[in-house]
Protein backbone atom coordinates (compact mmCIF):
# COMPACT_ATOMS: atom_id res chain seq x y z
CA UNK A 1 0.00 0.00 0.00
CA UNK A 2 1.12 3.74 -0.98
CA UNK A 3 2.17 6.11 2.27
CA UNK A 4 -0.21 8.93 1.53
CA UNK A 5 2.15 12.12 0.30
CA UNK A 6 2.81 14.23 3.21
CA UNK A 7 2.52 17.68 1.61
CA UNK A 8 4.67 19.53 4.70
CA UNK A 9 7.25 17.21 3.34
CA UNK A 10 6.57 18.35 -0.21
CA UNK A 11 6.06 21.61 0.26
CA UNK A 12 9.95 22.17 1.89
CA UNK A 13 11.30 20.05 -0.62
CA UNK A 14 9.80 22.75 -2.88
CA UNK A 15 11.22 25.48 -0.91
CA UNK A 16 14.29 24.32 -1.20
CA UNK A 17 14.33 24.48 -4.82
CA UNK A 18 15.77 27.78 -5.59
CA UNK A 19 13.35 28.91 -8.21
CA UNK A 20 13.57 32.56 -8.85
CA UNK A 21 11.42 33.18 -11.86
CA UNK A 22 11.66 32.48 -14.37
CA UNK A 23 14.33 29.73 -13.10
CA UNK A 24 12.91 26.51 -12.73
CA UNK A 25 15.30 25.46 -9.88
CA UNK A 26 14.47 21.87 -9.72
CA UNK A 27 10.86 22.32 -8.75
CA UNK A 28 8.78 20.56 -11.67
CA UNK A 29 11.82 18.03 -11.95
CA UNK A 30 10.59 17.14 -8.66
CA UNK A 31 7.19 17.19 -9.06
CA UNK A 32 6.88 15.20 -12.63
CA UNK A 33 9.25 12.37 -10.76
CA UNK A 34 6.39 12.87 -8.17
CA UNK A 35 3.41 12.47 -10.42
CA UNK A 36 5.02 10.30 -12.82
CA UNK A 37 5.20 7.26 -10.19
CA UNK A 38 1.27 7.89 -9.55
CA UNK A 39 0.42 6.83 -12.98
CA UNK A 40 0.04 10.53 -14.58
CA UNK A 41 0.74 11.34 -18.10
CA UNK A 42 3.31 14.71 -17.43
CA UNK A 43 4.51 16.74 -20.47
CA UNK A 44 7.04 19.66 -19.96
CA UNK A 45 5.36 22.28 -21.72
CA UNK A 46 8.61 25.10 -21.80
CA UNK A 47 8.13 28.35 -24.02
CA UNK A 48 10.27 30.96 -24.48
CA UNK A 49 12.56 30.08 -22.01
CA UNK A 50 9.77 29.41 -18.89
CA UNK A 51 9.37 26.01 -17.95
CA UNK A 52 5.84 24.75 -17.30
CA UNK A 53 4.55 20.91 -16.75
CA UNK A 54 1.58 19.23 -17.58
CA UNK A 55 -0.09 16.43 -16.03
CA UNK A 56 -2.79 13.94 -16.21
CA UNK A 57 -4.39 11.17 -14.33
CA UNK A 58 -7.37 9.48 -16.88
CA UNK A 59 -8.05 9.43 -20.58
CA UNK A 60 -7.62 12.34 -22.63
CA UNK A 61 -10.79 13.73 -23.39
CA UNK A 62 -12.20 12.61 -20.63
CA UNK A 63 -16.02 13.94 -20.25
CA UNK A 64 -15.09 15.20 -16.59
CA UNK A 65 -11.77 16.42 -16.15
CA UNK A 66 -10.81 18.57 -12.84
CA UNK A 67 -8.05 20.60 -13.02
CA UNK A 68 -5.60 22.40 -10.75
CA UNK A 69 -3.18 25.13 -11.92
CA UNK A 70 -0.79 26.77 -10.39
CA UNK A 71 3.43 28.03 -9.88
CA UNK A 72 6.43 27.02 -8.70
CA UNK A 73 8.23 30.61 -9.56
CA UNK A 74 8.96 33.14 -6.25
CA UNK A 75 9.56 36.39 -6.21
CA UNK A 76 13.60 37.57 -5.72
CA UNK A 77 14.58 37.41 -1.97
CA UNK A 78 15.00 41.39 -1.48
CA UNK A 79 17.49 42.41 0.97
CA UNK A 80 18.96 38.72 1.87
CA UNK A 81 20.50 40.08 4.91
CA UNK A 82 17.43 40.85 6.57
CA UNK A 83 16.13 37.22 6.77
CA UNK A 84 16.63 35.87 9.70
CA UNK A 85 16.30 31.80 8.12
CA UNK A 86 17.73 30.93 5.22
CA UNK A 87 15.52 31.84 2.63
CA UNK A 88 15.59 28.59 0.73
CA UNK A 89 15.92 26.42 3.68
CA UNK A 90 12.60 25.35 4.52
CA UNK A 91 13.21 25.71 8.16
CA UNK A 92 10.53 24.88 10.41
CA UNK A 93 10.26 26.68 13.71
CA UNK A 94 7.70 27.87 16.12
CA UNK A 95 4.60 25.43 14.13
CA UNK A 96 5.83 27.52 10.53
CA UNK A 97 7.48 26.46 7.99
CA UNK A 98 9.81 29.63 6.29
CA UNK A 99 11.05 30.27 3.13
CA UNK A 100 10.77 32.34 -0.17
CA UNK A 101 7.64 30.92 -1.74
CA UNK A 102 6.15 28.86 1.55
CA UNK A 103 2.77 30.76 0.81
CA UNK A 104 2.82 31.71 -2.64
CA UNK A 105 2.43 29.28 -3.43
CA UNK A 106 4.61 26.55 -3.07
CA UNK A 107 2.40 25.42 -0.19
CA UNK A 108 -0.47 25.62 -2.31
CA UNK A 109 0.87 23.48 -5.48
CA UNK A 110 2.40 20.46 -2.75
CA UNK A 111 -1.33 20.85 -1.03
CA UNK A 112 -3.36 19.60 -4.60
CA UNK A 113 -0.47 17.20 -5.97
CA UNK A 114 -0.11 15.31 -2.69
CA UNK A 115 -4.37 15.74 -2.89
CA UNK A 116 -4.38 14.50 -6.50
CA UNK A 117 -2.01 11.51 -5.89
CA UNK A 118 -3.19 10.11 -2.89
CA UNK A 119 -7.14 10.23 -4.53
CA UNK A 120 -6.69 8.78 -8.19
CA UNK A 121 -4.60 5.86 -5.85
CA UNK A 122 -7.00 5.47 -3.02
CA UNK A 123 -10.30 5.81 -5.31
CA UNK A 124 -9.65 5.86 -9.24
CA UNK A 125 -12.22 8.12 -10.42
CA UNK A 126 -14.60 8.06 -13.51
CA UNK A 127 -13.05 11.21 -15.04
CA UNK A 128 -9.37 13.02 -15.05
CA UNK A 129 -7.41 15.06 -12.50
CA UNK A 130 -4.81 17.49 -14.39
CA UNK A 131 -1.93 19.64 -13.23
CA UNK A 132 -0.95 22.76 -15.02
CA UNK A 133 2.03 23.87 -12.74
CA UNK A 134 3.57 26.84 -14.60
CA UNK A 135 7.25 28.69 -13.76
CA UNK A 136 6.35 32.10 -15.17
CA UNK A 137 2.99 33.94 -12.81
CA UNK A 138 5.76 35.95 -10.51
CA UNK A 139 7.33 37.18 -14.00
CA UNK A 140 5.55 38.66 -17.19
CA UNK A 141 2.93 35.30 -17.25
CA UNK A 142 3.50 35.23 -20.91
CA UNK A 143 5.11 31.72 -21.53
CA UNK A 144 3.66 30.08 -18.25
CA UNK A 145 -0.11 29.19 -17.77
CA UNK A 146 -0.94 30.79 -21.21
CA UNK A 147 1.47 28.60 -23.00
CA UNK A 148 0.11 25.69 -20.98
CA UNK A 149 -3.72 26.24 -22.60
CA UNK A 150 -2.07 26.89 -25.81
CA UNK A 151 -0.56 23.38 -25.57
CA UNK A 152 -3.92 22.35 -24.00
CA UNK A 153 -5.67 23.00 -27.29
CA UNK A 154 -3.38 22.05 -29.76
CA UNK A 155 -3.48 18.71 -28.60
CA UNK A 156 -7.21 18.02 -27.67
CA UNK A 157 -6.21 18.68 -23.69
CA UNK A 158 -9.15 20.24 -21.34
CA UNK A 159 -10.27 20.46 -18.05
CA UNK A 160 -14.35 20.95 -17.32
CA UNK A 161 -13.48 22.85 -13.93
CA UNK A 162 -10.37 24.44 -12.54
CA UNK A 163 -8.97 25.44 -9.01
CA UNK A 164 -6.02 27.72 -8.85
CA UNK A 165 -4.84 27.34 -5.28
CA UNK A 166 -3.22 31.08 -4.76
CA UNK A 167 -3.44 32.50 -1.26
CA UNK A 168 -6.91 33.38 -1.19
CA UNK A 169 -7.09 33.81 2.81
CA UNK A 170 -6.44 37.22 4.18
CA UNK A 171 -6.96 36.66 7.73
CA UNK A 172 -7.85 33.22 8.85
CA UNK A 173 -7.83 29.96 7.54
CA UNK A 174 -11.01 29.30 5.24
CA UNK A 175 -12.17 33.18 5.11
CA UNK A 176 -12.15 33.79 1.55
CA UNK A 177 -11.89 32.10 -1.79
CA UNK A 178 -12.01 33.87 -5.02
CA UNK A 179 -14.17 33.96 -7.76
CA UNK A 180 -13.27 36.89 -9.70
CA UNK A 181 -10.91 39.19 -10.09
CA UNK A 182 -10.52 42.80 -10.88
CA UNK A 183 -8.83 43.86 -14.24
CA UNK A 184 -5.49 45.45 -14.21
CA UNK A 185 -3.82 48.06 -16.38
CA UNK A 186 -1.13 50.48 -16.51
CA UNK A 187 -1.00 53.61 -17.91
CA UNK A 188 2.09 56.07 -18.80
CA UNK A 189 2.29 59.55 -20.03
CA UNK A 190 4.82 61.97 -21.45
CA UNK A 191 3.92 65.41 -21.90
CA UNK A 192 7.05 67.17 -23.64
CA UNK A 193 7.02 71.04 -23.82
CA UNK A 194 10.54 73.40 -23.92
CA UNK A 195 12.66 73.86 -21.62
CA UNK A 196 14.33 77.21 -19.99
CA UNK A 197 15.07 79.36 -16.93
CA UNK A 198 12.34 79.25 -14.35
CA UNK A 199 13.30 83.20 -14.32
CA UNK A 200 11.69 83.45 -17.36
CA UNK A 201 8.78 80.96 -17.89
CA UNK A 202 7.24 83.00 -20.94
CA UNK A 203 10.42 82.16 -22.95
CA UNK A 204 9.54 78.16 -21.90
CA UNK A 205 6.98 75.50 -22.04
CA UNK A 206 6.42 74.22 -18.87
CA UNK A 207 4.90 70.56 -19.32
CA UNK A 208 4.36 69.91 -15.19
CA UNK A 209 0.91 72.10 -15.30
CA UNK A 210 -0.36 70.07 -17.64
CA UNK A 211 0.62 67.14 -16.41
CA UNK A 212 -0.94 67.83 -13.09
CA UNK A 213 -4.06 68.83 -14.99
CA UNK A 214 -4.13 65.47 -16.59
CA UNK A 215 -3.45 63.56 -13.42
CA UNK A 216 -6.32 65.77 -11.23
CA UNK A 217 -8.55 64.73 -13.91
CA UNK A 218 -7.84 61.39 -14.14
CA UNK A 219 -7.38 60.63 -10.44
CA UNK A 220 -10.44 62.86 -8.95
CA UNK A 221 -12.91 61.29 -11.64
CA UNK A 222 -15.08 58.30 -10.12
CA UNK A 223 -15.24 55.31 -12.07
CA UNK A 224 -17.84 53.84 -10.65
CA UNK A 225 -19.82 52.75 -7.49
CA UNK A 226 -19.23 49.13 -7.52
CA UNK A 227 -21.09 45.71 -9.02
CA UNK A 228 -23.34 42.88 -7.27
CA UNK A 229 -19.75 40.95 -6.88
CA UNK A 230 -16.70 44.08 -6.84
CA UNK A 231 -15.98 46.92 -5.35
CA UNK A 232 -15.75 50.30 -6.93
CA UNK A 233 -12.68 50.92 -9.43
CA UNK A 234 -9.86 52.39 -8.73
CA UNK A 235 -7.04 54.46 -10.07
CA UNK A 236 -3.66 55.46 -8.17
CA UNK A 237 -1.18 57.69 -9.54
CA UNK A 238 1.91 56.09 -8.96
CA UNK A 239 4.61 58.30 -10.00
CA UNK A 240 5.20 62.23 -11.20
CA UNK A 241 8.44 62.49 -12.53
CA UNK A 242 10.67 65.11 -14.75
CA UNK A 243 14.42 64.30 -13.45
CA UNK A 244 14.73 67.49 -12.96
CA UNK A 245 17.66 68.10 -10.02
CA UNK A 246 17.94 71.76 -10.75
CA UNK A 247 15.15 74.67 -9.08
CA UNK A 248 15.54 77.37 -11.74
CA UNK A 249 15.16 75.01 -14.98
CA UNK A 250 11.84 75.21 -16.31
CA UNK A 251 12.24 70.56 -17.56
CA UNK A 252 11.63 70.07 -21.36
CA UNK A 253 9.43 67.14 -20.43
CA UNK A 254 7.11 65.44 -17.87
CA UNK A 255 6.22 61.73 -17.06
CA UNK A 256 3.69 60.09 -15.35
CA UNK A 257 1.69 56.81 -14.96
CA UNK A 258 -1.57 55.56 -13.05
CA UNK A 259 -2.69 52.07 -12.12
CA UNK A 260 -6.20 50.73 -12.47
CA UNK A 261 -7.87 47.90 -10.68
CA UNK A 262 -11.02 47.72 -12.29
CA UNK A 263 -14.47 45.98 -12.20
CA UNK A 264 -16.62 44.31 -14.72
CA UNK A 265 -18.62 47.62 -15.89
CA UNK A 266 -15.17 48.46 -17.54
CA UNK A 267 -13.14 46.83 -20.20
CA UNK A 268 -9.20 47.87 -20.45
CA UNK A 269 -10.68 49.24 -24.20
CA UNK A 270 -12.90 51.40 -22.65
CA UNK A 271 -10.84 53.07 -20.14
CA UNK A 272 -8.34 53.87 -22.67
CA UNK A 273 -10.71 55.71 -24.87
CA UNK A 274 -11.69 57.62 -21.58
CA UNK A 275 -7.98 58.60 -20.38
CA UNK A 276 -7.58 59.17 -24.38
CA UNK A 277 -10.04 61.85 -24.18
CA UNK A 278 -8.74 63.16 -21.00
CA UNK A 279 -5.23 63.51 -22.45
CA UNK A 280 -6.57 65.59 -25.74
CA UNK A 281 -8.38 67.57 -23.91
CA UNK A 282 -5.28 68.58 -22.01
CA UNK A 283 -3.00 68.37 -24.92
CA UNK A 284 -5.16 71.39 -26.54
CA UNK A 285 -5.76 73.31 -23.60
CA UNK A 286 -2.23 73.86 -22.85
CA UNK A 287 -1.24 73.43 -26.74
CA UNK A 288 1.61 70.34 -25.58
CA UNK A 289 2.37 67.36 -27.11
CA UNK A 290 0.72 64.64 -24.63
CA UNK A 291 1.43 61.04 -25.34
CA UNK A 292 -0.27 58.03 -23.74
CA UNK A 293 1.41 54.27 -23.43
CA UNK A 294 -1.01 51.33 -22.48
CA UNK A 295 -0.75 47.67 -20.94
CA UNK A 296 -3.47 45.65 -19.94
CA UNK A 297 -2.19 42.75 -17.52
CA UNK A 298 -5.45 41.37 -17.51
CA UNK A 299 -9.64 41.65 -18.31
CA UNK A 300 -11.76 41.80 -15.07
CA UNK A 301 -13.84 38.35 -14.82
CA UNK A 302 -16.29 36.53 -12.82
CA UNK A 303 -17.71 33.46 -12.55
CA UNK A 304 -20.93 33.02 -11.36
CA UNK A 305 -21.74 31.73 -7.92
CA UNK A 306 -22.99 28.25 -8.90
CA UNK A 307 -21.92 24.42 -8.55
CA UNK A 308 -17.47 24.43 -8.40
CA UNK A 309 -18.12 27.41 -6.08
CA UNK A 310 -20.74 25.94 -3.82
CA UNK A 311 -18.62 22.67 -4.16
CA UNK A 312 -15.08 24.90 -3.19
CA UNK A 313 -17.03 26.69 -0.23
CA UNK A 314 -18.88 23.81 1.48
CA UNK A 315 -15.41 21.91 1.45
CA UNK A 316 -13.44 24.45 3.07
CA UNK A 317 -16.40 24.94 5.79
CA UNK A 318 -15.98 21.33 6.50
CA UNK A 319 -12.84 21.29 6.77
CA UNK A 320 -11.90 24.73 8.65
CA UNK A 321 -15.48 25.40 10.19
CA UNK A 322 -15.78 28.40 8.82
CA UNK A 323 -18.13 29.62 5.17
CA UNK A 324 -15.64 31.04 3.32
CA UNK A 325 -16.74 34.62 1.65
CA UNK A 326 -16.93 34.32 -2.50
CA UNK A 327 -14.60 37.40 -3.07
CA UNK A 328 -13.22 39.38 -5.97
CA UNK A 329 -10.54 41.40 -4.35
CA UNK A 330 -6.79 41.47 -4.26
CA UNK A 331 -4.39 41.48 -7.54
CA UNK A 332 -4.59 40.01 -10.90
CA UNK A 333 -4.05 36.12 -10.84
CA UNK A 334 -3.44 33.25 -13.62
CA UNK A 335 -7.44 32.62 -12.99
CA UNK A 336 -7.81 35.08 -15.56
CA UNK A 337 -6.52 32.99 -18.39
CA UNK A 338 -7.83 30.06 -17.15
CA UNK A 339 -10.84 31.82 -16.85
CA UNK A 340 -11.37 31.77 -21.10
CA UNK A 341 -10.94 28.17 -20.90
CA UNK A 342 -13.54 26.72 -18.31
CA UNK A 343 -14.80 27.88 -14.78
CA UNK A 344 -12.25 28.83 -12.20
CA UNK A 345 -12.30 29.54 -8.99
CA UNK A 346 -9.25 30.59 -6.38
CA UNK A 347 -8.76 28.40 -2.99
CA UNK A 348 -5.50 28.48 -1.02
CA UNK A 349 -3.90 29.62 2.28
CA UNK A 350 -3.99 32.97 4.45
CA UNK A 351 -1.66 35.34 2.49
CA UNK A 352 -0.31 37.87 4.90
CA UNK A 353 3.56 37.30 4.66
CA UNK A 354 3.83 36.35 0.58
CA UNK A 355 6.57 38.14 -0.95
CA UNK A 356 7.68 39.63 2.40
CA UNK A 357 11.22 38.53 4.29
CA UNK A 358 10.81 35.79 6.36
CA UNK A 359 7.43 34.51 4.46
CA UNK A 360 6.31 31.40 6.09
CA UNK A 361 2.82 29.72 6.41
CA UNK A 362 1.92 27.88 9.18
CA UNK A 363 2.43 23.90 9.19
CA UNK A 364 -0.50 22.94 9.93
CA UNK A 365 -2.39 24.76 7.60
CA UNK A 366 -0.75 23.07 5.03
CA UNK A 367 -2.54 19.69 5.91
CA UNK A 368 -5.08 21.40 6.32
CA UNK A 369 -5.50 22.95 2.57
CA UNK A 370 -4.78 19.43 1.39
CA UNK A 371 -7.64 17.71 3.22
CA UNK A 372 -9.94 20.36 1.47
CA UNK A 373 -8.40 19.80 -1.85
CA UNK A 374 -9.20 15.64 -1.18
CA UNK A 375 -12.98 16.62 -0.21
CA UNK A 376 -13.12 18.53 -3.40
CA UNK A 377 -12.03 15.96 -5.47
CA UNK A 378 -13.76 12.94 -3.80
CA UNK A 379 -17.46 15.22 -4.05
CA UNK A 380 -16.52 16.30 -7.56
CA UNK A 381 -16.18 12.36 -8.91
CA UNK A 382 -18.78 10.83 -6.87
Request: net charge negative; aromatic share 6%.
Amino acid sequence: MNKPVDPVELTAALVRCPSVTPNEGGALVLLEALLSEAGFECTRVDRGGVSNLFARWGRRGANRSFGFNGHTDVVPLGDEAAWTVPPFGAIIKDGYLYGRGATDMKSGVAAFAAAAVDFVREMPPDGAVILAITGDEEGDAIDGTTALLDWMAENGESMTDCLVGEPTCPDEMGDAIKIGRRGSMTAWFTVTGEQGHSAYPHRANNPLPAMARLMDRLASHPLDQGTAHFDPSTLAVVTIDTGNPATNVIPASCRAAVNIRYNDLHTGASLTDWMQEEVDRVAAEFALDVSMRVKISGESFITPPGELSELVINAVEAETGRRPEASTSGGTSDARFVKSHCPVVECGLVGKTMHQVDERVKVEQIAQLKSIYTRILREYFA
